[in-house]
Structure formats: structure tokens, C-alpha cells
């Protein structure tokens, strides 16, 4: 006897998705502006 799930039907994977993609967000978004600082911030050390 093996336990199988069904798939869910209500719009719990949608959600989470959402969910996921907006906490992705947060996470990148500061983390790319902090890159891009410190490029900027090191390009103008070496060029002077």
C-alpha cells in the first residue's frame, strides 16, 4: 500500500508562489542596489 497525495485543488500553490516571488524580491532588490554601490564605489577608487 503506498500513500499517495492528491493534488491539491484550492490556490495554495498560487499563493505560495506569490508569496515566494515577493520575498525573493526583498531579498535581491537590496542586494543588487549594495552591488552596484560597491562597483561604483571600487570604479572610482582605481579610476581615480
Given amino acids: 500500500m503506498s500513500d499517495q497525495q492528491q493534488p491539491s485543488t484550492d ?3 498560487t499563493v505560495s508562489t506569490g508569496r515566494l516571488t515577493l520575498t525573493w524580491a526583498l531579498v535581491v532588490v537590496p ?3 549594495g552591488v552596484f554601490a560597491t562597483l561604483r564605489g571600487t570604479v572610482s577608487l582605481f579610476t581615480g
Fill in 31 to 33: 542586494l543588487a542596489y
Fill in 11 to 13: 490556490d495554495t500553490d
